[in-house]
T-cell receptor
Framework: LAKTTQPISMDSYEGQEVNITCSHN???????ITWYQQFPSQGPRFIIQ???TKVTNEVASLFIPADRKSSTLSLPRVSLSDTAVYYC???????????FGKGTMLLVSP | EAQVTQNPRYLITVTGKKLTVTCSQN?????MSWYRQDPGLGLRQIYY???????DKGDVPEGYKVSRKEKRNFPLILESPSPNQTSLYFC?????????????FGPGTRLTVT
């Protein structure tokens, strides 16, 4: 699985847009990029997945440049409840193992 | 409601006393997996199962056993727990290989071994 690098932590204020970037320089042709969210003492929750360009759902947007060596999770107008750890994962569909890194701790303040 | 359930949610036990943490999913998923989460180490996979009667080791399988006798259940067994197995455990499931990363996680089991 491709190794990923994310910032350890980020701070934001309510109502702001937050962009969390993940670096994955050795991404393979068949790899997809996926983001999970985890609140304290809860299991991770799937947010969004993409292969290239832009993907948007009701929760977030995922931007992937043409070279796919990085990706950016965009959270519009965050609220206090968006305070969580966000994980970026890269891998091929059908892979049997799933490796979570240490994620990015997002703290949203009033 | 589609969900993954784990029991118990909290458990305090003593070294060497065998225990089982149950995991059940109601989504007819083929794939199930167990993780442990420790401060500073993130989530690490213990065992996974691609389908009934098919199990395989993850990154940290030592000291654990699993079984997959039926599709919905995937219990985690600690034959002789030790203090270094004190951790937060998560069970997860997903459908077939066409949707790798949309895994559904259970609420977690916090285990303390004294």
């Amino acid at each position: 699985l491709a190794k990923t690098t994310q910032p350890i932590s980020m701070d934001s204020y309510e109502g702001q847009e937050v962009n969390i970037t993940c670096s994955h320089n050795n991404i393979a042709t068949n790899d997809y990029i996926t983001w999970y969210q985890q609140f304290p003492s809860q299991g991770p929750r799937f947010i969004i997945q993409g292969y290239k360009t832009k993907v948007t759902n009701e929760v977030a947007s995922l931007f992937i440049p043409a070279d796919r060596k990085s990706s950016t999770l965009s959270l519009p107008r965050v609220s206090l409840s968006d305070t969580a750890v966000y994980y970026c994962l890269v891998g091929e569909l059908g892979y049997s193992t799933l490796t979570f890194g240490k994620g990015t701790m997002l703290l949203v303040s009033p | 409601e589609a969900q993954v359930t784990q029991n118990p949610r909290y458990l305090i036990t003593v070294t060497g006393k065998k225990l089982t943490v149950t995991c059940s999913q109601n989504m007819n998923h083929e794939y199930m997996s167990w993780y442990r989460q420790d401060p500073g180490l993130g989530l690490r996979q213990i065992y996974y199962s691609m389908n009934v009667e098919v199990t395989d080791k993850g990154d940290v399988p030592e000291g654990y056993k699993v079984s997959r006798k039926e599709k919905r259940n995937f219990p985690l067994i600690l034959e002789s727990p030790s203090p270094n197995q004190t951790s937060l455990y998560f069970c997860a499931s997903r459908t077939d290989s066409s949707s790798l990363y949309e895994q559904y996680f259970g609420p977690g089991t916090r285990l303390t071994v004294t």
